[in-house]
Structures are given as C-alpha cells and as structure tokens.
C-alpha cells in the first residue's frame, strides 16, 4: 500500500513561493504517473501538474510558467515549485499517483495566498 505525505504549505503574499513536497511510503521508481492536485473551497478537485517517469509534464493552463514539478526517484519524492503565487491558487494541495487502474493521494497541504 503506498502513503503519500505532503508538506511545505503555508501562507504566503500574493507573488509569493513555496515548495511543496510529496514523500512516498516506497520507491516510485515503478509508478508512472505522479502529479499534484488541488481542491478549493466549493470548487472541483483539479490536476495542477502531472509527471511521468520518463520526465513527461504537463501543467493546467492556469498555473503554467508559474509552477514547476519534478520528482527524485532515489528519494522516492516529488516536489511542486510554486512561483508568483495568486489568491487563486489557494487551496488544499494534494500529492498523487496512479498505478494500474488505482489512484493514490495522500492528505493534502493547505496553501492560502493572501496579503
């Protein structure tokens, strides 16, 4: 069974950064797909960055040229750099991952852009 816990959110003023990282209960090496997800209050869930093992990435349209993902396979993690930051992008950010046919996700991080 595979865990995944986030951290590194936080408050932060509009223009802002923050790094959040995503750390897995086992080796990734194996898991194709990883990527972050946030849900904002009263909104639908929505993936915000997806990347494969083989260094595949793709971004919402909201977020690209502000956001980088990236993932260490040897330290079974994967990162989320958040750069220019907007009070829209506050919201509960979740680490996932697919295997097969099952989706993972581990308990989100709370991201609030505010001034």
């Known amino acids: 069974q595979l865990q995944l816990v986030e951290s590194g959110g936080g408050l932060v003023q509009p223009g802002g950064s923050l790094r959040l990282s995503c750390a897995a209960s086992r080796s990734i090496f194996s898991i194709n797909y990883m990527g972050w997800s946030r849900q904002a209050p009263g909104k639908q869930r929505e993936l915000v960055a997806l990347?494969?093992?083989?260094?595949?990435?793709n971004y919402a349209d909201s977020v690209k040229g502000r956001f980088t993902i990236s993932r260490d396979n040897a330290k079974n993690a994967v990162y989320l750099q958040m750069n220019g930051l907007k009070p829209e992008d506050t919201a509960l950010y979740y680490c996932?991952?697919?295997?097969?046919?099952?989706?993972?996700w581990g308990q989100g991080t709370q991201v609030t852009v505010s001034s």
């Open positions: 996932t991952a697919k295997i097969d046919i099952s989706d993972y």
């Open positions: 990347i494969t093992n083989g260094g595949l990435i």
